[in-house]
């Protein structure tokens, strides 16, 4: 009987707790939704019968920090920058032009972030084959305008945040209407040269921030995905082109982000087949003049990292967040060998024998990229080093840092020709003094 009394009691605590639990959590939402229809109330202009929040001229504040609702979406974001720090990210607005397996995932994750303002630009629609890389389309979606696609499924996520959608072509003639009203950062996910080129032009010339992503297609391995300056970007045929172009055509060399992978394609264009199966010329099929038609193989997961990357930049660089990149070395494991070749071939000079060599290929490896990030000891700029590397391995070498200890991961530096020559004559002379 005794057992039974504790029982009911338990069950009569439990059903009281989720009871109360329920009251809390109603009171919580309709003190949300009360909230939310007195700002829309505010923001509607009954002279002129539109919504002041939506018209795409106005910039609101950004997302209420205040509101029940937005402030525990928010939560882990608050906690991670802080208040003030969050509401430089919800007070901003960005413009998202490419909305494929990059530019959803990148609008996405910024939207789930709390940016207040969210202008989504393309003029395709979501294709069946398009699933594999989307953020959020469904087989429902595809023949839908993936500008159109992505606002519908927003608002659903996050309604608080204004998201208009444009269904155009970014061009000359769109420009204004794109890049008009001031925007926080522009991110370029668009996979035409011509329009990219063009974006990153007209960005660059209005000062505005700008991110753009080169080509995701092709590729397998995540940890090789960088940002760095455009002029940095290796390994990709999309970069190398928008470099030269920009250089060409707009006397533009650098000051542009990108976010590129240091993988080389393990695949190419395929080959463009007609109805009837055979090879026929891809151009006799384009609806937009100078718009891919062959198909490039997309392993799904590095376009959405890639978008994934891209907003991670953008809201650390809203919040005011520093982050420091990883440094761009990408030397093959030929250019190792080398390096290991000039260390014992310095230490047979300078101390009559290799003996005391105590790194392999692989040590050197890691001495090269995690402890000296492929830049000259006595190189003070990170970037410039890692440039150092890129362009120039052949002024690069291994050296010990004290001359009386054995030639080990913990005793080996990097240095430049020219910086080993000083420093050994800078050695003998003390040594005879």
Known sequence: MEERFKCLALLGAGALLGSVSSVFLLKVLSRGFENRRNREAENFDASKGFNIAKDANHRMPGLDLTDE?????????????????????????VVVIGLGGVGSHAASMLLRSGVGKLLLVDFDQVSL????????????????????CLKKHFTSI??????????????????????????????????NIDTKVALLAACYRRGLKVLSATGAGARADPTRIRIADLRESRNDPLSRSVRHRLKKDHGIESGIPVVFSLEKPKAKLLPFQGTNGEDENPSDYQIVPGFRVRIIPVLGTIPAIFGQVMASYVMTQLAGLQVQT?????????????????????????????????????EV????????????ARDQSLNDGARGMWRSVNELMLVRWDRTKPASVSNLILLKFK???????????????
Not at 129 to 148: C, E, F, I, M, W
Not at 167 to 191: F, H, Q, R, T
Not at 365 to 371: A, D, G, H, P
């Open 69 to 93: 609702i937005v402030s525990e979406q928010l939560t882990r974001n608050i906690q991670f920058f802080g208040t003030e720090s969050q509401r430089k990210v919800t007070g901003s607005y």
């Open 129 to 148: 084959s398009s699933l594999n890389r989307h953020a959020v389309a469904t087989r429902a979606d595809v023949g839908s305008p993936k500008a159109q």
């Open 326 to 362: 990883e440094p761009v070395i990408n030397l093959d494991t030929d250019h190792y060998h080398i390096l290991h070749q000039r260390l014992i071939e310095h230490e047979e000079s300078v101390y009559g024998s290799a003996m005391e060599v105590q790194v392999d290929v692989e």
């Open 419 to 433: 910086e080993t020559k000083q420093r050994n004559r800078v050695l003998c002379k003390a040594k005879y003094l």
């Open 158 to 191: 996050c309604p608080e945040c204004q998201v208009d959608a444009k269904v155009l072509m970014y061009d000359a003639s769109s420009e204004s209407e794109i890049l008009g009203g001031n925007p926080d950062y522009v991110l370029d996910c668009i996979d």
């Open 365 to 376: 490896m890691y001495v090269v990229k995690e402890l000296w990030h492929g830049r000259s």
